[in-house]
């Protein structure tokens, strides 16, 4: 069973940086397509940000330009880099891989913006 562990979440003035990480068990995550969503409350995931196994990026309006996906393979980690945070970007945080038809996702990591 393949695990996804984020980490990373917490309190962070508008204006402010957080990284996040996503650890993965499973090596062959390494040709995995990853994800990055997040989830307002009483709302669907929101997709932020893909990453291709060949480093390929893409980003959702809402967050291009101030937030960036990376991965370190060798260390099976997939990461979140989000700039220029503001109250809007408050909510849950969520890794996302799938592989042979099945979805997987870590437990989410709680974002808040607040001053």
């Known amino acids: 069973q393949v695990q996804f562990v984020e980490s990373g979440g917490g309190l962070v003035q508008p204006g402010g940086s957080l990284r996040l990480s996503c650890a993965a068990s499973?090596?062959?995550?390494?040709?995995?397509?990853m994800a990055w969503y997040r989830q307002f409350p009483d709302q669907q995931r929101e997709l932020l940000a893909t990453?291709?196994?060949?480093?390929?990026?893409t980003y959702a309006d809402s967050v291009k330009g101030r937030f960036a996906i990376s991965r370190d393979n060798a260390k099976k980690q997939v990461y979140l880099q989000m700039n220029s945070l503001k109250a809007e970007d408050t909510a849950v945080y969520y890794c996302?891989?799938?592989?042979?038809?099945?979805?997987?996702w870590g437990q989410g990591t709680q974002v808040t913006v607040d001053y």
């Open positions: 990453i291709r196994a060949d480093n390929v990026t």
């Open positions: 996302y891989g799938k592989h042979d038809g099945v979805d997987y």
């Open positions: 499973e090596s062959k995550f390494t040709i995995w397509t």
